[in-house]
């Protein structure tokens, strides 16, 4: 059985591989990265937003001065054509990924119910 | 191409659900909640473990006692069978569940790189 469970996902793999959700995704990705400009101004938004993730599974308090600083910046990357796209893009693929782990977490969530569910 | 997705996941909830592993963990739930003690047991060692993983996720700190009274209560349920082997089949099963969540997410994984690889 364990088998079917891998070629199951190897499959699922190919699907969101060829879905437009991420080739619009990858294209944008690449066309970012190849704006100097723009890439920059994304890396150092990721730093920012990976930062701050860090400092909260850490425990560690975020000041009223880093969550302007993060705004700021969100504000400004949001601004660049490619970038907000990008992060659009982004946004669409995690909603998906989502989706997909609903679907394949039920037989788990059966067993042991959903604490996010009503 | 949104539709392909979908149903290879489809395919591998199916799978995972006529799987060896996850036929096995449900057979053990089943036995551990059809008999009183051990589900008893088994509760209380799994409200333990949840306020500890919440405190931890907060931030908040945990006390060496509450460690302690932890390890004790994982020591405990260890020593009762049925438990013992339904805690094996949770880590076989989400053993098998992260190897399939990193076949599924190996496209992602391309476009933004793998913090956890070396």
Redesign the interface.
């Known amino acids: 059985?364990?088998v079917?469970?891998?070629?199951?996902?190897?499959?699922?793999?190919?699907?969101?591989?060829?879905?437009?959700?991420?080739t619009n995704?990858?294209n944008l990705?690449d066309a970012v990265n190849s704006d100097e400009t723009a890439r920059k101004m994304f890396e150092s938004f990721r730093n920012i937003q990976m930062q701050l993730q860090e400092k909260q599974m850490?425990?560690?308090e975020i000041s009223q001065e880093e969550v302007e600083q993060a705004q700021k910046t969100v504000a400004l990357v949001q601004q660049h054509e490619k970038i907000s796209q990008l992060m659009e893009a982004e946004q669409r693929?995690s909603m998906?990924?989502a989706?997909?782990n609903q679907?394949?977490m039920?037989?788990?969530e059966e067993?042991y119910g959903n604490p996010n569910q009503q």
Chains 1, 2 share one sequence.
């Open positions: 059985m364990a079917n469970t891998y070629d199951a996902a190897y499959d699922l793999e190919k699907a969101i591989r060829n879905s437009s959700e991420y995704l990858k990705y850490m425990g560690q693929m998906v990924i989706e997909l679907i394949i039920k037989p788990l067993l």
